[in-house]
């Protein structure tokens, strides 16, 4: 058993958040890949580390703005966690938010650059299958696959396809928060938004509540790979989100 699977944030004397209509109480954050599993490969960093720094920061950021937040971890270390229960954390602690954070490559050129983020659904480009597939092709190093997820392939865009198909009853506000995400890269980090995005993927699918797929950048562009592994571009990103998550807290809470 992973120890530190799920971390929750919260000191022993606060009080549980009163149970109020529309409440946003418990956000959970993934740090994408770890372990076995380096992720994106730069030239001087992995995937798996950037994000976990990122996750990290935007959690110290969530509490100490909102102490009566449950912020959770699905890892919290450099560890290896299944896609399968990075999912299962979230559906177990009820959240009301899934975050998953990662890294971007571009394997064709080192010029491509900038965010994007991804919700679940249908492919439109084939740019987008790809980072579908390249997350997807995690389970690879998981025992069992074929039967945790029901003999996917992450190789097959068919299989994609037919993933994506799966009507996720929580489109509109994972839309909705991937929006104010992408805004906020722009107006707050001044960083290029190459938009919100559809793709199927697994760590997406079997979440019951809103959740995205944040891309922060390239780490196979030299430039953009300096930005993440440096305190102020990582302090930039987490603040950037933590902007977009206060401003969707505020919105659902205050709806009617």
Not at 23 to 39: E, F, N, S, Y
Not at 73 to 96: K, M, P, Q
Not at 117 to 135: C, F, I, P
Not at 200 to 217: A, K
Request: overall charge positive.
């Amino acid at each position: 058993m992973l120890q530190d699977t799920v971390q929750t944030q919260r000191s022993a004397s606060s009080q549980p958040v009163e149970n109020a209509p529309n409440q946003l109480r418990t956000v959970v954050l993934d740090a994408g890949h770890g372990g076995k599993d380096p992720g994106c490969i730069g030239r001087k960093t992995r995937e798996s580390r950037v994000v976990l720094k990122l996750v990290l920061e935007l959690g110290r950021k969530i509490k100490a703005a909102m102490p009566q937040m449950r912020v959770i971890y699905t890892r919290s270390t450099d560890h290896f966690v299944e896609l399968a229960e990075r999912s299962a954390i979230a559906n177990r602690n009820r959240a009301d938010l899934f975050i998953s954070i990662h890294c971007n490559a571009s394997p064709s050129s080192s010029r491509v650059y900038g965010t994007e983020t991804y919700t679940m659904g249908l492919h439109k480009t084939n740019g987008n299958l790809d980072v579908a597939k390249r997350e997807n092709a995690v389970i690879l190093k998981e025992e069992n696959y074929q039967q945790t997820y029901k003999g996917f392939n992450p190789n097959s865009p068919l299989a994609h396809i037919m993933l994506a198909n799966y009507q996720h009853a929580f489109m509109g506000s994972s839309i909705n928060f991937a929006e104010k995400v992408e805004r906020s890269f722009r107006h707050n980090a001044e960083r290029r938004s190459n938009g919100v995005k559809q793709a199927g993927f697994l760590v997406l699918w079997r979440t019951t509540m809103p959740s995205v797929l944040i891309e922060t950048g390239y780490l196979t562009n030299p430039t953009e790979e300096e930005y993440l592994m440096s305190e102020s571009g990582q302090e930039q990103i987490a603040d950037a989100i933590y902007k977009a998550f206060a401003q969707y807290k505020q919105e659902i809470e205050s709806a009617d």
